[in-house]
């Protein structure tokens, strides 16, 4: 499974919007990226998925480069309630021979402030 | 329920004892997953069951630990012999097929091994 590589914290300031960066420069073709985060003392939450075109749900908006080697989640108006630990997971399709499984880094911790 | 249930939510034993713990996925989901989660680290991958059978039990660190799932639905994990690095908190997840779903995580089980 191809690594990733994302900042250990951030900071954002309520209200603004917040962009963690992920860094995937070995994904394969037939791998997707994947979001989840993990608030405090909770299980981790999904929060979007993509593959090359850019892709937005009611939490985020998932910003893939043209290269796939990198990606950005954006929380559009971030509230104190999305401070968590946020993991970018690279996942093959499992019909083409890759694992099921999720694979977790340490992820970005992202604190907003009031 | 509505979400996935993991039971107990904490677990106190001593070392050299044996342990189970349960899930009960979401109704309907085929995929479950267990995952255990040090201190300050990701989640990591331990089992993936694909219906009744393990399709992956590549994460499962050493012959202590087992998994079973025998009618698809409600999954134990069991660990022999506990040791003190066992101390964790064991995450269970469930997907409605696995491949692209999302993956819904419970809350845990604290696992303390004194």
């Known amino acids: 499974d191809a690594k990733t590589t994302q900042p250990t914290s951030m900071d954002c300031a309520e209200g603004r919007a917040a962009n963690l960066p992920c860094n995937h420069s070995t994904i394969s073709g037939n791998e997707y990226v994947y979001w989840y985060r993990q608030i405090h003392s909770q299980g981790p939450q999904y929060i979007i998925h993509?593959?090359?075109n850019n892709e937005t749900n009611e939490m985020a908006s998932l910003i893939i480069t043209e290269d796939r080697k990198s990606s950005t989640l954006i929380l559009p108006h971030a509230t104190l309630r999305d401070t968590a630990v946020y993991y970018c997971?690279?996942?093959?399709?499992?019909?083409?021979?890759?694992?099921?499984?999720?694979?977790f880094g340490k992820g970005t911790k992202l604190t907003v402030n009031p | 329920g509505a979400g996935v249930s993991q039971t107990p939510s904490n677990k106190v034993t001593e070392k050299g004892k044996y342990v189970e713990l349960r899930c009960d996925p979401i109704s309907g989901h085929t995929a479950l997953y267990w995952y255990r989660q040090s201190l300050g680290q990701g989640p990591e991958f331990l089992i993936y069951f694909q219906g009744t059978g393990a399709a992956d039990d590549s994460g499962l660190p050493n012959d202590r630990f087992f998994a079973v799932r025998p009618e698809g639905s409600v999954s134990t994990l069991k660990i022999q012999r506990t040791e003190r690095g066992d101390s964790a908190v064991y995450l269970c997840?469930?997907?409605?097929?696995?491949?692209?779903?999302?993956?819904?995580f419970g809350q845990g089980t604290r696992l303390t091994v004194v």
């Open positions: 997971i690279v996942r093959p399709e499992a019909f083409q021979g890759g694992s099921e499984k999720l694979v």
């Open positions: 993509g593959l090359k």
């Open positions: 997840a469930s997907s409605f097929t696995g491949g692209l779903t999302e993956a819904f």
